[in-house]
């Protein structure tokens, strides 16, 4: 069987984009997806500056500007009224900012560039393992004759289980909160200029994020509702607890969201989301690379997965493809130090927020606002919600 150039699996952030840049880069690609109709639609994403910077790299910066709602500032509190989170993008760079954006609309950018960059895109093609030799790879898909290739990329999520014929020391543990989540008309006169956040302990979390438009013609900007809860709750919480209870201990928490929550009318429009951590000792093993959330899923506290993969497709193409194991490796070191200090950061502070823990929420709420005071942990705070750290002290990603 001849080989041609580079499969990818997935057609999420992670693998649109890292076909989008090859493809400019005069690679041919094969991008196989198991969804045999992909449809535009998942959680609203915040896009970092980081992730802006890719975006306008690929001429789609502008489209993303129409469609999503600039965020300035992020805010959580207690119910008490203890500021625990403040961060404004401009103590960052005077012009920096978040986009608050719907995956949907998102995906619906990445996926109209694919078909005019003629990106193969195979739809209903679930891959179900590979081999490698020293001339290429050969993926096995579900009811399709299986295929060679120069290279692989995977790019299918967290809980990808191709992931484990890479020969890294890896694992992926599925976290044991998750959310309910969806994107809500904005009543008129809700503020729309920041993120906002409240907690209770770290076992209750609202999140309100405006993220604009879901495709082009919608007449409506949204905001994202995000409702955090434990696996064991979110199985099956329509028939334990119900939408009017869930709603109340949503008002409760935070009384400003009631007319927001009008939108909110059936329990199917809130949608499930669970994530879990993924940890590599390398992302790359010979032809084959690991990239997006099936490298370094984590929870969407630090709000980065996106922009991690807008960025790992990015770097992929800093050089000229040809020799694909010396072009992983060199990927592989260049993410190192980014992904290393995201990881790390993500499960120190996931905990913080989404679990039953007394002491490090407490110490969250005694100490985060007061920190956020001074200059330099302010300044580290937003570096890193603005997804440039690449280690603890004054590192910086440059892309
Ligand atoms: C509630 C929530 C809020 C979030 N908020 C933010 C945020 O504010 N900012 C941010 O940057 N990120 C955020 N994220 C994270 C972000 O959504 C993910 O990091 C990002 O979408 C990962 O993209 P990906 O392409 O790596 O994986 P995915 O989006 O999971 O895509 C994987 C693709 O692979 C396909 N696939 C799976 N298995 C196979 C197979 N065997 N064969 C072929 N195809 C396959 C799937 O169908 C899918 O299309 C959030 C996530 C959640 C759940």
Same mark, same amino acid.
């Given at each position: ?32 997806? /198991? $969804?045999?109709?992909?449809? !535009?639609?998942? *959680? +609203? ?6 992730? #802006? %910077?890719?975006?306008? =790299? ?120 998750? /959310? $309910?989540?969806?994107?809500? !008309?904005?009543? *008129? +006169? ?6 906002? #956040? %409240?907690?209770?302990? =770290? ?197």
């Amino acid at each position: 069987m001849p080989e041609s150039g580079v499969a990818i699996v997935g057609a999420g952030v992670a693998g649109a984009a890292a076909a989008i840049r090859l493809a400019e880069r005069g690679v041919p690609v094969d991008l196989y997806e /198991a $969804v045999p109709e992909p449809r !535009p639609i998942g *959680a +609203g994403l915040l896009l970092q500056p980081t992730g #802006q %910077r890719v975006l306008a =790299a690929m001429g789609l910066l502008d489209e993303a500007l129409a469609l999503g709602t600039r965020v300035d500032r992020l805010f959580g509190d207690t119910p008490s009224g203890r500021a625990v989170l403040d961060m404004s993008y401009r103590r960052f760079h005077p012009e920096a900012y978040g986009l608050g954006m719907q995956r949907g609309a998102l995906m619906g950018m990445l996926w109209r560039r694919l078909r005019e960059l003629g990106v193969r895109w195979h739809c209903g093609a679930a891959a179900e393992g590979f081999e490698q030799d020293a001339d290429g790879v050969t993926l096995r898909l579900a009811h399709r004759a299986p295929v060679r290739h120069a290279a692989l990329i995977l790019a299918n999520g967290s809980f990808s289980r191709l992931r484990e014929g890479m020969r890294v020391a890896q694992h992926g543990r599925p976290f044991p909160w998750g /959310a $309910v989540w969806t994107v809500l !008309p904005a009543p *008129a +006169g809700f503020p729309q200029i920041e993120l906002r #956040q %409240r907690f209770r302990s =770290a076992s209750q979390m609202i999140g309100l994020m405006p993220v604009g438009k879901a495709h082009a013609g919608d007449p409506e900007r949204g905001i994202n509702l995000f409702w955090s809860l434990p696996l064991s709750e979110l199985e099956g919480w329509q028939e334990r607890m119900g939408l009017d209870r869930l709603k109340q201990q949503m008002a409760a928490l935070f009384p400003e969201v009631s007319p927001l929550l009008a939108g909110l009318r059936d329990s199917t429009q809130l949608r499930e989301a669970r994530y879990a951590d993924v940890w590599m000792s390398r992302w790359h093993d010979g032809r084959v690379l690991a990239i997006g959330d099936c490298a370094h899923g984590m929870s969407p506290q630090l709000g980065q997965g996106a922009n991690m993969a807008l960025i790992d497709a990015h770097e992929l193409t800093c050089e000229a493809a040809g020799d694909w194991p010396g072009v992983f490796e060199r990927y592989s070191r260049r993410r190192r130090a980014h992904l290393r200090f995201y990881g790390q950061a993500s499960k120190g502070l996931t905990p913080m927020f989404q679990s039953h823990a007394v002491v490090a929420p407490w110490l969250r709420d005694r100490f985060f606002g007061w920190g956020g005071k001074l200059p330099y942990i302010h300044q580290q705070s937003i570096a890193t919600l603005a997804g440039v750290k690449t280690g603890w002290l004054w590192a910086r990603l440059k892309l």
